[in-house]
């Protein structure tokens, strides 16, 4: 057995794949139309008590779940795979990992718009139509219309249909969709067969559950533009999110503590007439007299020249002729 390729299949691919979702081709408008034509023949054969009605009441009549006991704990267990809750987690789990493995929210975001569809669409015709259960029916061979009532469409089987059918819808590889496509028509066919087996609903309930469903599945390749783009802006608020929790995890080093350049020193100028020489102010210490030097700008005293030529030591600066006075 090849365990490398097992394990390989657990990883996350180096880049996401390019593949394109499902276009509205007209084999699939032909489809979608025919099956919005059964739904509303069947609603309309309900509406009018017609031979469908009878067969409703033949059926519940017969009481299935009385002639074939043994079936019953298996029926009990394998409706639960109709149930919206189980099916959603688990194949929310299953498209979560594939999310991550493809690097794409594309096959959660698929899930949520079906979800979404699933109970905007069969929810309001279960209120709007208001019909009775089998068990809560009120006059045998009427239609049980408009009533209190919330089973028609069956949700079991069109959340079957649904869930199930997902996984066909958002295979890339044509084997993997027909093998899936034939595992979700078994699970949406047994869990609508089981549901008029057990009396929960009429049969013309899981006939429109069957066709509600269908309809959704069909109508996705026209959310298509409207999943990408709710893709983008979630990644790219994911990437934003990154950058800041990335950026605060950072340590702040603090920066160069700066200092104010010193002041060039001014020459106060006079005033006009004053003619005192200008006087520089001094950066520290005290203030000196621009007049009065200091002590280092003293040049030492020099004595006047002596005319050695003269032996009474005269200064040459006197004439010869000059008389001196004593």
Same mark, same amino acid.
């Given at each position: 057995?090849?365990?490398?390729?097992?394990?390989?299949?657990?990883?996350?691919?180096?880049?996401?794949?390019?593949?394109?979702?499902?276009?509205?081709?007209?084999?699939?408008?032909?489809?979608?139309?025919?099956?919005?034509?059964?739904?509303?023949?069947?609603?309309?054969?309900?509406?009018?008590?017609?031979?469908?009605?009878?067969?409703?009441?033949?059926?519940?009549?017969?009481?299935?779940?009385?002639?074939?006991?043994?079936?019953?704990?298996?029926?009990?267990?394998?409706?639960?795979?109709?149930?919206?809750?189980?099916?959603?987690?688990?194949?929310?789990?299953?498209?979560?990992?594939?999310?991550?493995?493809?690097?794409?929210?594309?096959?959660?975001?698929?899930?949520?718009?079906?979800?979404?569809?699933?109970?905007?669409?069969?929810?309001?015709?279960?209120?709007?139509?208001?019909?009775?259960?089998?068990?809560?029916?009120?006059?045998?061979?009427?239609?049980?219309?408009?009533?209190?009532?919330?089973?028609? %469409? !069956?949700?079991? #089987? +069109?959340?079957? @249909?649904?869930?199930?059918?997902?996984?066909?819808?958002? &295979?890339? /590889?044509?084997?993997?969709?027909?093998?899936?496509?034939?595992?979700?028509?078994?699970?949406?066919?047994?869990?609508?067969?089981?549901?008029?087996?057990?009396?929960?609903?009429?049969?013309?309930?899981?006939?429109?559950?069957?066709?509600?469903?269908?309809?959704?599945?069909?109508?996705?390749?026209?959310?298509?533009?409207?999943?990408?783009?709710?893709?983008?802006?979630?990644?790219?608020?994911?990437?934003?999110?990154?950058?800041?929790?990335?950026?605060?995890?950072?340590?702040?080093?603090?920066?160069?503590?700066?200092?104010?350049?010193?002041? %060039? !020193?001014?020459? #106060? +100028?006079?005033? @006009?007439?004053?003619?005192?020489?200008?006087?520089?102010? &001094?950066? /520290?210490?005290?203030?000196?007299?621009?007049?009065?030097?200091?002590?280092?700008?003293?040049?030492?005293?020099?004595?006047?020249?002596?005319?050695?030529?003269?032996?009474?030591?005269?200064?040459?600066?006197?004439?010869?002729?000059?008389?001196?006075?004593?």
């Amino acid at each position: 057995m090849n365990t490398r390729r097992i394990f390989a299949r657990l990883e996350q691919e180096p880049q996401r794949p390019d593949a394109a979702a499902p276009a509205m081709s007209p084999v699939r408008k032909a489809l979608f139309g025919a099956t919005a034509a059964f739904y509303t023949a069947i609603v309309a054969a309900v509406l009018t008590t017609s031979s469908l009605v009878r067969l409703d009441w033949q059926v519940m009549f017969f009481r299935p779940y009385k002639q074939w006991p043994e079936l019953h704990p298996f029926l009990d267990w394998f409706v639960v795979l109709g149930q919206r809750g189980p099916t959603a987690v688990l194949i929310a789990a299953w498209l979560g990992w594939r999310s991550w493995r493809q690097r794409t929210l594309r096959p959660l975001l698929v899930l949520g718009t079906a979800l979404l569809l699933l109970n905007v669409t069969v929810g309001a015709a279960k209120l709007g139509m208001g019909r009775e259960g089998p068990h809560y029916a009120n006059v045998v061979g009427s239609n049980e219309m408009f009533l209190t009532g919330d089973i028609f %469409p !069956s949700g079991h #089987t +069109a959340n079957a @249909v649904v869930t199930w059918g997902i996984l066909a819808y958002l &295979a890339t /590889t044509p084997q993997a969709r027909r093998i899936l496509s034939v595992t979700a028509a078994v699970f949406a066919l047994g869990v609508g067969t089981t549901t008029a087996y057990l009396g929960t609903h009429w049969v013309s309930d899981v006939l429109l559950g069957w066709a509600a469903g269908l309809l959704i599945l069909l109508a996705l390749p026209w959310f298509e533009p409207l999943i990408a783009r709710a893709e983008v802006r979630i990644l790219t608020a994911r990437d934003r999110l990154r950058a800041r929790m990335a950026a605060a995890r950072e340590p702040r080093h603090p920066g160069p503590v700066r200092r104010p350049a010193p002041r %060039p !020193s001014t020459v #106060t +100028a006079p005033p @006009v007439g004053d003619r005192r020489p200008a006087v520089e102010p &001094a950066v /520290t210490g005290r203030v000196r007299s621009a007049s009065r030097p200091t002590p280092g700008e003293r040049r030492p005293h020099r004595s006047a020249p002596v005319n050695r030529a003269h032996p009474g030591g005269r200064p040459s600066g006197d004439h010869p002729s000059r008389p001196v006075n004593h």
